[in-house]
């Protein structure tokens, strides 16, 4: 991976579900909804953020950034109905609209040199959506095939969704329906530092996050795992201690950079510390090593 890098790799991630708030409460609005500050987002930088329930649970993640008269929010598209509901259920007095405008537009994301970007010409929004520093570009759909050939004519690989899977897991990022779900508090799922402001006031969830903040911990950790298997581990494979459940693995991949598999999941609070090794139900060897995996870096 380190070498597609250094060469430019792009992903084309069209297939997500994009929404665009307008009106002059449009900030104000998603600051009550999202765990980050929105204060932070601009046209070039994008920032990473939660949507939570009253009890500081997950409906969802998505990526925020500005444009001149927008704020746009991308997210997994099995959240594309969810989320518009979500959002439209708490704009009642507010001067914001919302638009889905999944269909209507495109979205890659590149891994590229810094000395290769000024030659794309391109409006590029920078983001670590897989724990990189990377860059994202937005365009109305009829684009899309001018843009493929656009970034093959500039000599940067097309990334396929496996590539994207394994880097991502490498880096040690949380997929919201894979790794993360509805009962799922970002915390446990590594999402604190990426995800969470603690200094940008009231949002919906904040009350259980600040006091997760204060007690200092939580029932869960994320963990990456070194695997003794010859194939990826089906999705929720439980770690046990004598029939005993104290984890979960739920995203595995073979690792060329490593030269073999390695998952992501969860233990229980007091069985994470690196080194320490655990059967799974099927019997399989695993071991507890910090995340990322591997540090790339641009």
């Given at each position: ?27 104000r609005f998603l600051q009550g909804q999202v765990s980050n500050d929105v204060r932070m987002a601009n046209p070039k930088n994008a920032i990473y953020c939660a949507v939570m329930s009253s009890k500081g649970k997950m409906n969802g993640d998505g990526f925020i950034h500005k444009s001149h008269d927008s704020i ?227």
């Amino acid at each position: 991976m380190n070498e597609l890098i250094k060469k430019g790799i792009f992903f084309d991630l069209t297939n997500r579900a994009r929404f665009s708030f307008t009106g002059s409460d449009r900030e104000r609005f998603l600051q009550g909804q999202v765990s980050n500050d929105v204060r932070m987002a601009n046209p070039k930088n994008a920032i990473y953020c939660a949507v939570m329930s009253s009890k500081g649970k997950m409906n969802g993640d998505g990526f925020i950034h500005k444009s001149h008269d927008s704020i746009i929010f991308d997210t997994e598209l099995s959240l594309r109905d969810s989320l518009k509901e979500r959002f439209e259920r708490f704009i009642i007095a507010d001067d914001v609209e919302l638009q889905d405008t999944t269909d209507e537009t495109c979205q890659f994301h590149l891994l590229v040199p810094e000395s290769q970007l000024s030659g794309l010409h391109l409006p590029l929004v920078e983001s670590a959506r897989l724990g990189i520093r990377g860059y994202d570009f937005f365009a109305p759909a009829v684009s899309r095939n001018a843009l493929l050939e656009q970034f093959a004519a500039a000599g940067l690989t097309h990334g396929d969704e496996t590539l994207y899977e394994i880097t991502r897991i490498e880096q040690g990022i949380a997929r919201y329906g894979q790794d993360m779900e509805e009962d799922t508090i970002p915390n446990e799922a590594g999402l604190e530092t990426r995800a969470i402001s603690y200094h940008k006031g009231c949002y919906i969830g904040q009350e259980v996050i600040s006091r997760i903040k204060s007690v200092g911990r939580v029932n869960w950790s994320w963990n990456g795992f070194l695997i003794d298997s010859p194939t990826p581990l089906p999705t929720d494979t439980k770690i046990v201690i004598e029939e005993k459940e104290i984890g979960l693995i739920t995203s595995s991949c073979y690792s060329k950079t490593l030269s073999r598999m390695i998952g992501l999941g969860y233990l229980r609070r007091g069985h994470e510390n690196a080194g320490m090794k655990y059967l799974t139900q099927s019997n399989i060897k695993v071991e507890v090593t910090p995340l990322p995996f591997i540090k790339e870096t641009l």
